[in-house]
DNA sequence: ATGTTGATGGCAGTCACTGACATCAATAGT
DNA sequence: ACTATTGATGTCAGTGACTGCCATCAACAT
């Protein structure tokens, strides 16, 4: 047995996610966070570089399974799709973890900090996603295109899936994003008349990411 | 005549853009940033939420312009048509400002924090055109990823406008970002053998927003 | 002449975050 | 078994962003 409790970092990770769901991410000091995993303030910021990052342990992870998917994606693969296989990968991590991934989103809608963080964390996805279609031979601005909507097709994705019934898994709903995003795509850019939009059925109003700004 | 000094706001704005163009962001104290445009620290808050909102006071013009242009477009214009509409009007309002929006963009893209606060304006700004869209009845998902798309296309665009040389217009540089798009999207999705991708030409990496995370 | 208003200054305080140094169990090396 | 080293943690002092509260004072209205 070691000298101090193990799982340092997940035990921070665990009380700042209830501590920021309890009592809302500003009205949580780190001090706080650190008392209810056994530690101190000091030693907080020793495993997270601030008080949001102890949020995104996993950003580094989905963001290596995103490009390696890509990068292992058939050298006949059109850009689009080979994105289309870094969504796929990303989707099976999600299996039997929707529970945890609601209470974490809900607690970063919440506030414009955390909401920030998520977003950098996005744009970093996009990047090295867009690096890796570079390596796969495709040009700029298309790379960086290809990414970006990738990463859209990701949040609109996640998004209907943490609204979805619990049966609903999250590659269903990351290829209802895609087709969607590849049907509002196509139907414009036609310079006779273009086709009408689809008249909403449902009174829900999803909304983005944003909290309000 | 008034007490103070008029132009308080863009005084501080432009005493903030200047230092942290010298010294860099982290290395600029609040203090300074009011002392070179002969205030206080307290007066600077009193104006700014924090240091970082200083360089976004366009963000809401600039949603706005693009909010409007959507919801004034033909009502027989495609979704993907509408947004292309708000890139029209949102590109007008940089011509000539060229060397200022290099600068800013420079000074933006070497600190984190304030990406972070970039991207954040860019995600209100999607889900503030996401609305607009609702508005014409576009139904969701197809609203958020209209809005999505046209986001990624106007960081693209900007990026290859800013990168260009002096007789470029923005608009033309998110055209060709909008019609790369197109192309990205409608290349992939086939169930037989696929389209290779464009093999790159120039050595240029524009890499993305991102700073390397 | 006087009261009100609005932008500013001054000041004390909280909290995120950092650097420097001390502690001490585990482990390696002898 | 003894000792040196290591590594995670604790302690403490300090900086700077940001806030609340109150004072100031020219402009303006009455």
Redesign the pocket.
Known sequence: ?????PN?RERLATAALELYGERGYEQ????EI?RRA??????F???Y????EVLFDGAGTLQELFVNAVAEAPESAAPIDAAAAGLEAVATVFTGRREHARQRHAVIAANAELLERELIKLASLSAAVADALRRRGVAEPAASLTAEAGVAVFKVGFELWIAASEERELSQSMRESLDELRAVIASGGTDGPTPRPRRRSSGRTPGGTSAGF
Do not use: C, P, S
């Not at 949580?28 to 001090?31: E, G, W, Y």
């Not at 056994?38 to 030693?43: A, K, S, V």
């Not at 570089?49 to 949001?52: L, S």
């Open positions: 047995m070691g000298r101090w409790e340092t949580t000091t780190v001090a650190a056994g530690l101190t303030e000091r030693t910021f020793r495993h570089a601030d008080k949001r």
